[in-house]
């Protein structure tokens, strides 16, 4: 237990982002919605056993949670926890007082992480830009995450302050991210999934956005296409990751690929676009194919006890 790694909320960022994904793509087929809500259950159940598992660990293993803490990667994937409330309250709408519940306390969690987050990279003695990697953005998405929902039950202020606070600073950490990886080492191999969360702030923020107009507008088309685009730049380097071996980290593909699906989902709707519903279809098929394969690896290293072990 004392080994057990934050990254695995990760899983289940993947996980209900699949979920949100069949659910929003194949309204009208009865058997997609029993498939999502299947995987939403499962998502559901999974984030419980770890926020349960990670509790136990701060209980018994507090030292752990703080190297955890201090550790240059590590530390931006607390905010999965909040993260994961947020799109669970997102998936579990038609339960109001559940999703009412869990907005509330991701969001509140959210402005508590990103702030210690932000804190610790202020008070960088022991970060360099080799440290820098696209898993920074993470405390940033989760500020994006909040309004997706947040208007639908009503917050708007609240809303755009989250937003406002995710946009900027993915703004200002995209140039810093851009740098540490154009004029600096690569990234370690089990870091290269990672390049998938260029994927998930422009992404999330089209949805977030278009929640907060309530339409389309030309800076929302900015931010899809702009997701659009990185997603060809990464598509155009399969081979490279195909190549690379299994980690926890490989889960990075995951939910960054469920928000461009959702955020494709929804540009069709708006720009009534039909080549973009074919998009969208393409997009949750590869989406599904990516985390069954995750899901079989994950099981098989949990198996061989890779899962749980010193870094």
Request: hydrophobic share 55%; proline share 5%.
């Amino acid at each position: 237990m004392a080994y057990l790694p934050i990254t695995l909320f990760s899983i289940v960022m993947g996980l209900i982002g699949l979920g949100i994904a069949w659910k929003e793509c194949f309204q009208t087929s009865s058997v997609a919605q029993t498939l999502s809500l299947a995987i939403g259950i499962v998502a559901s159940a999974l984030f419980i056993i770890l926020l349960g598992a990670y509790g136990w660990k701060i209980f018994r293993h507090a030292s752990d949670v703080r190297a955890e803490l201090h550790h240059p990667v590590r530390l931006n994937f607390f905010p999965t926890i909040s993260v994961n409330m947020l799109l669970l309250s997102v998936f579990w709408q038609s339960i109001p007082i559940l999703a009412i519940t869990l907005w509330t306390a991701g969001m509140l969690l959210q402005l508590v992480l990103t702030i210690y987050v932000m804190s610790s990279w202020l008070n960088h003695n022991h970060f360099t830009i080799e440290h820098v990697n696209p898993s920074w953005f993470i405390p940033m998405v989760g500020n994006i995450v909040v309004p997706i929902n947040g208007m639908y039950l009503g917050y708007v202020e609240i809303s755009w302050f989250f937003f406002s606070v995710g946009l900027i600073f993915w703004l200002v950490l995209l140039t810093i991210v851009m740098y540490r990886l154009l004029f600096h080492e690569q990234l370690p191999l089990h870091l290269t999934p990672t390049y998938f969360i260029l994927l998930a702030p422009p992404s999330i923020g089209f949805v977030s956005y278009t929640g907060l107009i309530g339409g389309l507008d030309n800076a929302a088309r900015l931010l899809y296409y702009c997701a659009l685009f990185l997603m060809m730049l990464l598509g155009s380097n399969a081979i490279r990751f195909w190549r690379v071996p299994f980690f926890i980290s490989s889960w990075a593909f995951s939910f960054p690929l469920a928000a461009l699906s959702i955020a494709t989902i929804k540009m069709a709707e708006l720009s009534q676009q039909s080549c973009l519903i074919w998009l969208a279809r393409l997009l949750v098929t590869l989406l599904s194919v990516i985390v069954s394969w995750l899901v079989f690896r994950t099981v098989q290293a949990a198996r061989q006890g890779k899962i749980c072990i010193p870094e």
